[in-house]
């Protein structure tokens, strides 16, 4: 069984960066981050395929965050010029295959994370 562990939430201000962890307990396979606000689904923000040269990401994160690997067991989010609307519950998940694309949906994945908490003021 694996085990997802995240950190780097936190409270800051629009405009702010933030960078996410996501500690597996294992080696990292391909990896997603999905997050979601109060009130609402749980929404794909971007993906890694398992040798990390693909990536993919969600229209409104696009060109502010990114999505990295240490190639070992730890995948991380950037988020750069963070906004109020990208606030919510950053989960990290895993898939258990490496493939060269990257999975987007969130039943995709085998196993998920704790989430770690994400808020940007205005």
């Known amino acids: 069984q694996v085990q997802l562990v995240e950190s780097g939430g936190g409270l800051v201000q629009a405009g702010d960066s933030l960078r996410l962890s996501c500690v597996a307990s294992g080696r990292t396979y391909n990896m997603g981050w999905f997050r979601q606000a109060p009130g609402k689904a749980r929404e794909f923000v971007a993906a890694?395929?398992?040798?990390?040269?693909?990536t993919s990401y969600l229209n409104s994160v696009n060109g502010r965050f990114t999505i990295s690997t240490n190639d070992a067991n730890i995948a991380y989010l950037q988020m750069n010029n963070l906004k109020p609307e990208d606030t919510g519950i950053y989960y990290c998940a895993e898939k258990n295959t490496c493939w060269s694309g990257t999975y987007n949906r969130a039943h995709d994945y085998d196993y998920w994370g704790q989430g770690t908490q994400v808020t940007v003021s205005s």
């Open positions: 890694i395929s398992c040798i990390g040269t693909t």
